[in-house]
């Protein structure tokens, strides 16, 4: 019995025999370490002693329930516990309870494990998952998902009570639900390091429904006997848009660098021509051809002074930067009238204005000058010759979010085959004489995009209304 005794009392494990009157009959010294008591001030004792005062009520009736029937079996198994010690510190434990029949009576060896340091540890593994920069998913064996961070949550629009407990089915695309699980049983039989469909474009599916695209990482866990899979998740909706606009900027500057060399060269090399037949002219003394070549070689040099201003106006679009003010449309007004004055008076066109806007609009001033100046001035060019009353009216109001401005005319209108190439680059849709480089409606889209503003149109032959939209600070 000595010997007993000895391992009882050396056991590493807190380790408690109690009769079925919840009464202390031995305990070892691990079991007084744990709880700051000496073996013999816990012999003797009610086990109530060592619980928290909101389990005490309850604790008889769950003692009953065990005896009932009495098994090996751990305690509290799903949920948390605590042990009180001596100071009233509670303890987070373990508690595994054994059956002992002696003597014709039942007692209930108890043995109980400080697990202090493992939730500690288990705390700061959920903080640093938690505080990852990127989404941290983890799900079990069977594809459940165990833990799910808020940079997940946010990536899919679920709250962690959403996804937890939940198949990792429901952030996967329709088309790929139903194979999917067999692709997690494939993984779990070979756990590796890896990254999740290499050469293809992967998604995830968010709350809304909407695919989001993702890199994905796997990295297998191993704990009480199960393997658990860790997946990383990177929302690269940002970076493919970066790509796009790349690649789209690229493709832009190679038809730029084309187009731009074509009508800088064409007119500089006719410049160059008519000049050289003004020479001759000079010697020969003909006056008249003189004045014909000098008239075409200034008309060229207006069409060349438009082109390398609206290159310039393009070029500060992209790099310009600027605070937002107060913009006045009161204020436009009045500039938009004297600095178009005299094209307006020669066409007979009438500018007018209709600003109903109950908000103060804080905007970069200079970019959407630019944009109401290219829309006013394409108005007043390409008015309408048999309209009696040719306009051009600028409309805007608010609602409590945004901003709407609409300039709208009864000019010529575009037409319908032209309207999906209005916002390209270099692209003219009237064939008069009416000088212009192309560039005017493509700038505008550049500074609408700088603006993070909503640009649309309506055009018929009965004119045109480009719609403006803003968000209001």
């Given at each position: ?14 380790m408690?025999l ?9 305990a ?19 086990l ?5 005062v909101?389990i005490k ?24 516990l ?5 100071n009233?510190?509670n303890?987070p ?19 109980v ?19 990852a920069?990127c ?11 165990e ?15 959403e ?30 390091p890896r ?59 190679k ?15 006719t ?5 050289d037949c ?11 051809h003189?004045k014909?070549?000098?008239?075409r070689?200034?008309?060229l040099?207006?069409?060349?002074s ?71 001035s ?8 048999d ?19 609409q300039v ?50 309506e ?5 045109t ?8 600070i």
């Amino acid at each position: 019995m000595k010997v007993y005794e000895a391992i009882f009392n050396c056991s590493p494990v807190a380790m408690l025999l109690v009769n079925e009157d919840s009464i202390i009959e031995l305990a070892n010294v691990h079991a007084g370490i744990l709880f700051d008591y000496s073996p013999d001030e816990l012999v003797g004792k009610n086990l109530d002693m060592l619980l928290p005062v909101q389990i005490k009520k309850a604790h008889p009736g769950l003692v009953k329930e065990y005896l009932a029937n009495p098994i090996s079996r751990r305690m509290g198994v799903g949920r948390n516990l605590y042990g009180v010690r001596k100071n009233g510190e509670n303890i987070p434990v373990e508690i595994g309870l054994n059956p002992i029949q002696k003597d014709g009576k039942l007692y209930v060896m108890s043995s109980v494990i400080d697990i202090t340091e493992r939730l500690r540890a288990e705390t700061r593994f959920k903080a640093a998952v938690q505080a990852a920069p990127c989404g941290m998913l983890m799900i079990n064996q069977n594809g459940i998902i165990e833990l799910a961070n808020k940079k997940t949550q946010e990536i899919f629009g679920y709250e962690e009570s959403e996804l937890v407990g939940q198949p990792i089915e429901m952030l996967v695309p329709e088309e790929f639900k139903k194979p999917h699980p067999l692709f997690v049983k494939s993984y779990v039989a070979n756990p590796v390091p890896r990254a999740m469909g290499i050469g293809r474009e992967l998604f995830g599916r968010h709350k809304s429904g909407k695919l989001v695209p993702v890199e994905i990482g796997l990295q297998p866990v191993y704990a009480s006997n199960e393997t658990f899979v860790i997946s990383s998740i990177v929302d690269i909706t940002e970076r493919k848009r970066n790509e796009e606009e790349i690649q789209e900027k690229s493709d832009e500057m190679k038809e730029f660098s084309y187009r731009t060399s074509h009508d800088l060269k064409s007119p500089l090399m006719t410049i160059g021509n008519l000049s050289d037949c003004i020479l001759e002219d000079l010697e020969d003394h003909n006056l008249e051809h003189v004045k014909v070549n000098a008239e075409r070689v200034k008309k060229l040099t207006v069409k060349l002074s438009k082109l390398i201003e609206d290159i310039l106006t393009l070029t500060k679009a992209d790099v310009m930067d600027e605070e937002k003010s107060l913009f006045s449309f009161d204020e436009y007004i009045k500039e938009v009238q004297e600095k178009y004055d005299y094209i307006i008076k020669e066409n007979n066109v009438k500018i007018e204005g209709s600003f109903n806007q109950k908000k103060d609009f804080l905007v970069q001033k200079t970019r959407l000058t630019q944009v109401l100046d290219n829309l006013v001035s394409n108005s007043i060019k390409y008015f309408n010759k048999d309209s009696k009353d040719p306009y051009v009216r600028i409309n805007v109001f608010n609602d409590p979010n945004k901003i709407y401005i609409q300039v709208e005319d009864n000019g010529k209108g575009i037409p319908a085959e032209k309207h999906n190439q209005v916002f390209g680059m270099f692209k003219r849709f009237d064939n008069s004489d009416i000088q212009g480089s192309g560039l005017g409606l493509y700038i505008i889209k550049k500074n609408m995009q700088k603006l993070n503003g909503q640009l649309s149109f309506e055009s018929n032959s009965s004119g045109t209304t480009f719609y403006l939209e803003f968000k209001l600070i």
